[in-house]
């Protein structure tokens, strides 16, 4: 009597409908770079203020941030990933996106974020 309503159960589960989630990738192999200066109250990349980026899930970002006027940073709270520089200065930050969604990446310092220097960082 067990092994039939173990038998039942199992068959049971089967036809659910449920399916079993694939494993996803997380490396897709991909370098994706971005330069951009720090402005005052802006980020500024090809000619665009504040620019969306779009990176899929698994590829390595790399930000070349360069501050034109003052001392600013690029930070995304999400990934961990900050980097100073002063006027004149150029720095790199790396991370891996590998965190579907829009997270916004902005200056922590002084009221630079609250003044519009702040833009989306968008994984799909």
Excluded at 59 to 76: E, M, P, R
Excluded at 82 to 105: L, N, R, S
């Amino acid at each position: 009597m067990t092994m039939m309503l173990l038998i039942g159960a199992v068959l049971a589960g089967c036809s659910s409908g449920a399916s079993v989630a694939e494993p996803v990738e997380l490396s897709t192999g991909r370098s994706i770079t971005f330069t951009m200066t720090g402005e005052n109250f802006k980020f500024l990349m090809d000619g665009k203020d504040n620019p969306d980026l779009k990176v899929k899930v698994g590829d390595t970002v790399k930000i070349i941030f360069t501050s034109t006027d003052g001392f600013h940073d690029w930070v995304v709270t999400e990934y961990a990933a900050t980097q100073k520089v002063k006027a004149g200065e150029t720095a790199t930050v790396e991370f891996v996106a590998d965190k579907a969604g829009t997270f916004e990446y902005f200056c922590s310092v002084g009221s630079h974020r609250a003044k519009g220097m702040k833009g989306k960082l968008i994984v799909e």
